[in-house]
């Protein structure tokens, strides 16, 4: 593949096309009949993010709800003052901030260590245990949750069976406030396969003639993961990161399932985007629900933004083949 | 199926990957292999947690000091009377599994339920020590159980129709999509292109009050349309993955046909949608993967109507209702997950290959 290098991640050969073609004007009427081929896209994306976008702030500046019968009025800024002294902002953003950095690390270290695991040339079958590892991420999500929630039941557990087994007195995991967490990254575990996939595909298009030479070179298996498997994955750290990250903002479904969208145990569940869903799909609180969401949406750039920008100091692009 | 094993044949005998460490290869390969079960074992122990939870009566998980497995104190009937099993050590130091017959404190009488004709075995010592004998008895009903009271048929149906449509839909407009963006120097093509990809970081929930707001207003909520309606726009992950396809099969194709006279449209149609085949199953089986899990949309858009709602809302619903009976949820979550799990495993090379190709360039 022909990427360019050094600009960020987001960077696409247009379609390579024969400089005669372009030239003529013949390839400029071709060009405009592709924009036809490209316009389901544009048009949604029209009506799906950009209108949507840009009503959600104007929204987010009245009381719009869609119980009472009142009609909306433009409150200005009222919904923006109130998202910075509401408590339960404050809450669940920490609550999301707590979880994300839990979780971040272990949703690229674990399916990286999988991956690392699953290329070493002596392991034998290899392709049933890509795809047996893989298995639990296409299992539904809330079945996925319910089974968590029973083996980490606190008192019928396995889990907690087994722990007791070597001494330890298990933690009720989901119902209490500091141990929810790591009960939660348990249940993420079952959703790195993409992550852990592409990893593989990384990993395998590194010539294995760099690490005979990095053997003769008398390196140690850390020194070769370190510097001739980590440079070259850098790309694939870094897009999971993106995804790992976007699905922190969107966190909803585990906490929900798991507790009934309580928030419990004392609200150590009420993550962002739970809050947001009480706001307006159960208060009906449109308008304070699309201020919630548009402050997620600029978070969310300003990180995003960030970890783009941090690109540049450690991806190394020029590695792709 | 067969051309996508073909085209990346070459890549997976490329010799790749790392080679193991130390001379000792065959030694070190059973170990590693051996280690990866292992890690397999306990990646997948909460899969064996459902399936022996589900086949469990109350009493199995209620009572603490019953077995891991389902297994119920095991029972003989004898001369008309149902009589318990306990597991008696001999005097040669053998164990049998016997059947209490008269239970007394120093010499009790068994009968063996191997041979009951060979009538009553003494033995010396307190029976109330003895521990009782467990025999397999799996609750198979559970699952109809939990088929009945989730109303698993209306379930499936709801998630095959919103599926399929969806699918079509899905796959259909990110072809159209990739293939102008793959083969057409399009006017603002490189800006497209970003924006395309841009729209994965958004939060989905940025969107969602005008949106649901609008299909509010136009009748949709309640309705399968909410669900099947926006994936016939393409989606930024569907037309990445196709586009790449696209550009590994060879131009002189499209050449060839738009000489023979074919247009645009037809040179899709005709000569490269066949060779599409393996990105197109992978392409529709992620939106099945999808359509399958989908959970907030289908709640809001359907938490008025318990009949045309999908399993994963349906799943969760009856989670609410049979909190207290672990064996009924754990049924449950085996027939929401049964049927993914074996298309993935019939399918999964098409499938894992599709990944790899969304991987490319990230």
């Given amino acids: 593949m022909t990427t360019e290098t050094g600009k960020g991640a987001i960077e696409y050969p247009i379609a390579p096309t024969s400089p005669r073609a372009m030239r003529s004007g013949l390839a400029r009427a071709r060009g405009r009949a592709g924009l036809w081929f490209v316009m389901p896209w544009i048009v949604g994306f029209f009506l799906w993010y950009a209108i949507p976008m840009v009503a959600s702030l104007w929204f987010s500046f009245t009381d719009f709800d869609l119980v009472s019968n009142d009609p909306t009025e433009f409150i200005w800024l009222d919904n923006w003052r109130r998202l910075f002294t509401d408590p339960a902002v404050r809450q669940s953003a920490w609550v999301t901030i707590k979880f994300g950095a839990l979780a971040l690390p272990i949703a690229v270290l674990f399916p990286m260590a999988l991956a690392y695991l699953l290329v070493t040339k002596s392991l034998k079958a290899r392709e049933t245990f890509r795809a047996l590892f893989f298995m639990p991420s296409i299992i539904p999500f809330v079945a996925a949750v319910l089974i968590f929630g029973g083996i980490m039941n606190g008192q019928i557990g396995w889990v907690n069976k087994m722990l007791s087994v070597v001494g330890i007195d298990g933690p009720s995991w989901f119902t209490d406030e500091f141990w929810v967490y790591p009960g939660l990254v348990f249940i993420g575990l079952w959703g790195v396969g993409n992550a852990m996939i592409i990893f593989i595909a990384s990993m395998n298009s590194v010539p294995s003639s760099l690490y005979d030479a990095a053997k003769i070179d008398g390196a140690s298996e850390w020194q070769m993961f370190r510097h001739v498997t980590f440079p070259v994955i850098t790309p694939i750290i870094f897009y999971n990161l993106v995804i790992a990250l976007i699905g922190i903002f969107n966190y909803f479904l585990v906490p929900f399932v798991l507790n009934n969208g309580s928030g419990d145990p004392n609200g150590s569940t009420l993550f962002y985007a739970l809050y947001f869903f009480r706001q307006g799909f159960q208060f009906f609180d449109m308008g304070y629900a699309a201020t919630l969401a548009w402050a997620l949406f600029i978070v969310a750039v300003a990180i995003t933004g960030l970890l783009f920008w941090s690109a540049k100091y450690w991806v190394h692009y020029e590695f792709e083949g | ?362």
């Fill in chain 2, 1 to 362: 199926m067969t051309a996508v094993l073909e085209r990346e044949k070459p890549a997976q005998t490329r010799p790749t990957g790392r080679a193991p460490q130390g001379g000792k290869k065959r030694f070190s390969g059973w170990l590693m292999t051996g280690f990866t079960g292992l890690a397999l074992f306990v990646f997948l122990l909460p899969l064996g947690y459902m399936a022996v939870t589900s086949l469990k009566s109350e009493q199995m998980i209620t009572n603490l000091g019953s077995p891991i497995l389902p297994k119920s104190p095991a029972t003989f009937e004898y001369e008309g009377e149902l009589l318990d099993i306990y597991t008696v050590p001999m005097p040669d130091g053998s164990e049998r599994e016997l059947a209490l017959y008269q239970p007394r404190r120093e010499l009790s009488q068994f009968i063996d339920p191997a041979d009951p004709a060979a009538g009553i075995v003494e033995w010396e010592g307190n029976w109330r020590q003895l521990a009782p004998a467990y025999g397999l008895d799996p609750q198979w009903d559970n699952y109809s159980r939990a088929w009945d009271l989730m109303d698993f048929p209306l379930l499936l149906r709801n998630t095959l129709v919103i599926a399929g449509l969806g699918t079509i839909g899905a796959v259909g407009s990110s072809i159209l999509v990739a293939y102008g963006l793959a083969r057409f120097r399009i006017p603002f093509g490189r800006t497209i292109m970003v924006v395309l990809i841009a729209t994965i970081i958004l939060p989905k929930f940025t969107m969602l009050v005008p949106t649901y707001a609008i299909f509010v207003r136009i009748g949709w909520v309640g309705t399968w349309l909410p669900l099947i309606v926006p994936h016939f726009f393409a989606n930024a992950f569907n037309v990445f993955l196709l586009r790449q396809y696209f550009l590994t099969i060879p131009k002189e194709l499209d050449e060839a046909a738009t000489i023979d006279g074919a247009g645009p449209f037809r040179t899709l149609w005709s000569v490269i949608l066949p060779q599409m085949k393996p990105a197109i199953v992978a392409v529709s089986l992620f939106h099945f993967y999808f359509a399958w899990n989908d959970f907030f949309e289908p709640m809001i858009y359907l938490s008025t109507r318990p009949d045309l709602q999908p399993i994963s809302v349906g799943l969760r619903t009856f989670n609410t209702l049979f909190d207290a009976q672990p064996q009924l949820i754990q049924s449950g979550a085996m027939l929401a997950l049964i049927i993914p799990v074996v298309v993935f495993l019939l399918a999964q090379r098409v499938f894992l290959q599709g990944i790899d190709l969304s991987g490319v360039q990230k």
